[in-house]
């Protein structure tokens, strides 16, 4: 394997990590790209989802019972 960054390192340098798996996390870079690009808020993506959600038929069991 051919290194062309002999002394480069990828690694990150920081005086501060926020650990966010413990709240949520971020969300996904697709929501992210629409809430800029929509100029919309988080909390208008997760409103609009959600009626998404409830908005959809419910599958019908094949029992009746």
């Known amino acids: 394997e051919e290194r062309d960054h002999q002394g480069f390192s990828r690694k990150l340098k920081a005086d501060l990590f926020i650990d966010d798996r413990n709240v949520g996390g971020i969300p996904d870079w697709g929501i992210i790209y629409e809430m800029i690009k929509e100029k919309k808020t988080?909390?208008?993506?997760y409103s609009q989802q959600r009626e998404e959600n409830t908005s959809q038929k419910k599958k019908r069991k094949w029992l009746p019972f």
């Open 42 to 45: 988080f909390a208008d993506i």
